[in-house]
């Protein structure tokens, strides 16, 4: 089964710590996605990388980092920096970078932060 | 700059009713629009899309919607609401600046009472 996965499905951590979410896709995409989910305020976009070795700041990068060595896998790390981590991850994968492709999401790992 | 309101943060609709999910968007570039749909602790899954031509879409478990460029809207609809479709629904518009970002609405969470 071809598909996006998302570990761990619940994650909590203590303040000061940083943690690292994994995400992994078998479907032969070149971009994905970061997203953070908070009740009410839709999805905002982390950090995105349209190809191998190659990532961008989204609209709320500051205490997140990424790695893209991988095709398949697009680890987020939240940071001691990020001021209020408690929320619920998203990643996602296109096909491609551009245009109309659709995004396919994965489970999502919620964080909470103790 | 994209940006997409979803008129209604909670819809309530009995078995059998309509559905009717209001989506506004502007855009500054031809717009792709996106409906998805998040069962609780789940990621979110295409509904529909639409890009070019037909400006009536038709996506899964019976759901529609209606690309309207006079009136900046993409509205979904269902003609009756199943138990099943309770779930939070999105709306989202790619984004400008030569990649596939989406920007996504705050959500609309469906209940659907017997």
């Known amino acids: 089964d071809g598909g996006i996965t998302q570990s761990p499905k619940y994650l909590f951590r203590k303040e000061g710590q940083n943690v690292t979410l994994s995400c992994e896709q078998n479907?032969?995409?070149?971009?994905m996605y970061w997203y953070r989910q908070d009740p009410g305020q839709g999805l905002r976009l982390i950090y995105y990388s349209q190809i191998v070795n190659d990532f961008q700041k989204g609209d709320i990068a500051e205490g997140y980092s990424v790695s893209r060595e991988k095709k398949e896998s697009f680890p987020l790390t939240v940071t001691s920096a990020q001021k209020n981590p408690t929320a619920f991850y998203l990643c996602a994968s296109s096909i491609g970078g551009q245009g109309s492709n659709e995004q396919f999401f994965g489970p999502g790992t919620r964080l909470t932060v103790l | 700059a994209q940006s997409v309101t979803q008129l209604g943060s909670h819809v309530s609709v009995s078995e059998g009713a309509l559905v009717l999910l209001r989506c506004n968007y502007s855009?500054?570039?031809?717009?792709?629009l996106f409906w998805y749909v998040q069962y609780p602790n789940q990621g979110l899954q295409l509904l529909l899309k639409?890009?070019?031509?037909?400006?009536l879409v038709k996506g899964i478990n019976g759901f529609e919607a209606e690309f309207k460029k006079s009136e900046t809207s993409f509205h979904l609809t269902k003609p009756s609401a199943h138990m099943s479709d309770a779930a939070e629904y999105f709306c989202?518009?790619?984004?400008?600046?030569?990649?596939?970002?989406?920007?996504f609405g705050a959500g609309t969470r469906l209940a659907v009472h017997p």
């Open positions: 855009s500054s570039v031809p717009p792709y």
């Open positions: 479907l032969n995409h070149d971009a």
């Open positions: 639409y890009t070019t031509g037909a400006t």
């Open positions: 989202a518009v790619r984004g400008s600046g030569g990649y596939n970002k989406l920007i």
